[in-house]
């Protein structure tokens, strides 16, 4: 590949997206679609570096440092701060799209663009449809389901998937050279697939305790059947809306590895489907001690 995209894993991915540049196909509108910290909105900034950056993305130009700082004036960045997108966002970047720019393309970085109003969608697609001149839009979705069709035909979807174990420690490894291969190892397999709860970890030592703490936990309920203990638990952890879903991807870790060794078939895959059921159940905003107990209660 000709650049160095700062990420771990993804590589048919970034491959496909040099590739489009080089043969001069790019899309008007992309969509990096998966799961949250797997490297969608990396890709996207470092995308936006490629095609901004006048000497082939050289890290320490103008552009490059600003863009790295979000205060570059044609590449307009909106993260996740929890919040929906409105339509006076909406409004006031197709005007900043409209104005003339200083650089190669105007580029529009939203990240989950599910958090989008209906009122903000429909404001969008026209210029989805008829973007300026060189507008590029590079979207990044946990939830497909949830964006509205009309918005999916206008984009070129890209789907990203949890980075392989081996991968993970490989690139750490590298990165990393005077990190010890146990410590590697253990924060490969605490960051189940996802690259950024990697550097997460790698960054922050009280985070590793956290992790191991809920492992040994969640190992402890699924061997011993103390519902005093269980439901405890629930109640320290109910109003910890992150616990919680690090709680139901630590748990299908844990039973999915057993499974693989060959362990408590079909009683694992029943509690499978229940993990399944609960986060469901808490995405639908079903009141998460409830759902936790009767998890606790099933497994
Ligand atoms: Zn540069």
Known sequence: MKYTWRIIGHERLTRSLENDLSTDNLGHAYLFAGPEKVGKFTVAKTFAHILQCENNFCHTCKTCIQIDKNSHPDTIVFRDDGGSIGIDVIRELIMRLNMSAQSKYKIFIAENIERMTEEACNCLLKTLEEPPQNTIFLFTAIYLKRVLPTILSRVR??????????????????????????????????????????????????????????????????????????????????????????????????????????????????????????????????????????????I
């Not at 998460?288 to 209660?297: H, Q, T, V, W, Y």
């Open 157 to 298: 979807i890209l789907k990203f998937h949890h980075c392989p174990e081996g991968v993970l420690i490989e690139r750490l490894a590298e990165l990393y050279p005077e990190t010890g291969e146990e410590t590697i190892e253990q924060i490969s397999k605490f960051s189940l697939g996802k690259p950024g709860v990697a550097f997460d970890l790698m960054n922050d030592p009280q985070l590793i305790s956290y992790y191991k703490t809920l492992y040994s936990d969640l190992q402890r309920f699924l061997d011993h059947k103390g519902i005093f203990d269980r439901f405890m638990y629930v109640k320290e952890t109910e109003n910890q809306p992150r616990k919680v879903n690090d709680i139901l991807d630590i748990l299908t870790h844990i039973i999915r590895s057993r499974l693989m060794a060959g362990d408590g078939q079909p009683h694992y895959t029943k509690i499978l489907d229940k993990i399944d059921y609960t986060k469901f159940l808490l995405e639908h905003n079903i009141n998460s001690k409830l759902a936790l107990e009767n998890l606790m209660l099933n």
